[in-house]
């Protein structure tokens, strides 16, 4: 499947849902700009270089001072460790408590929970400005990865599930990707079942509904 294709679909999506979630808007970005835009941060042009030069820069000044400095921290350590570790371990408890959405907006981790996508998938929804945030060339790289009877649904299921979950993380309910999953699995079934057949959702092949979940869903 071709990059402009799979960009004709992602935004055919987003316009058609564009009624129903005002401000909704898609996000074109580089491999380096949906890394540093998952970790918060803004991107910076050079931004290796300019990291290495402040680590050279701070190596140098540290190197005269570091003998004097370590026995100085020594000598005013106590049992829990020297002043610098008490300092940061007094900053850390300082630190306000993460809220939910900003773990949602970080993206997927390595060791990630039942509750996040079940890999790195270069395509992820940001709540709070309402976008859809796109690196298209390491999703072209995936989805052609698959049988090519699934790649549209599979390109289909990954936008629908990110527009469900901005709907639904808009709402005052818990699990607000889990409450998108189930929303494609039962009116986009093709989709959800494309998806998990290449291991995508997040709920996986384990999880079976029963009860109270079904009573809740339906």
């Not at 921290?73 to 300082?94: F, M």
Request: proline residues 9%; aromatic residues 4%; charged residues 35%.
């Amino acid at each position: 499947m071709q990059r402009d294709e799979i960009l004709g679909i992602i935004r055919r999506i987003t316009r058609d849902f564009t009624p129903v979630l005002p401000g909704l808007r898609l996000e074109v970005v580089p491999p380096e700009g949906f890394r540093a835009r998952l970790r918060g941060k803004p991107l910076v042009a050079d931004e290796k270089m300019l990291r290495d030069l402040l680590k050279e820069i701070s190596e140098a000044g540290e190197g005269g001072e570091r003998g004097s400095r370590s026995r100085y921290e020594a000598g005013r350590a106590g049992p829990g460790g020297t002043a610098r570790d008490k300092g940061k371990e007094q900053e850390r408890r300082k630190r306000p408590p993460e809220s939910r959405a900003s773990r949602e907006e970080r993206g997927p981790e390595e060791g990630s929970s039942p509750g996040s996508l079940p890999e790195k998938v270069p395509l992820y929804a940001l709540p709070s400005s309402l976008t859809i945030m796109v690196e298209v060339e390491n999703l072209v790289e995936r989805v052609n990865r698959e049988d090519r009877r699934l790649h549209r649904p599979l390109v289909e299921g990954l936008v629908l599930r990110e527009v469900l979950y901005l709907m639904a993380a808009r709402q005052p309910l818990p699990d607000p990707r889990y409450r998108a999953e189930n929303i494609l699995r039962r009116h986009w079934p093709f989709q959800y079942a494309a998806l998990r057949s290449v291991g995508l959702t997040v709920t996986g092949f384990g999880h079976i509904q029963e009860g109270p979940e079904l009573a809740r869903d339906n």
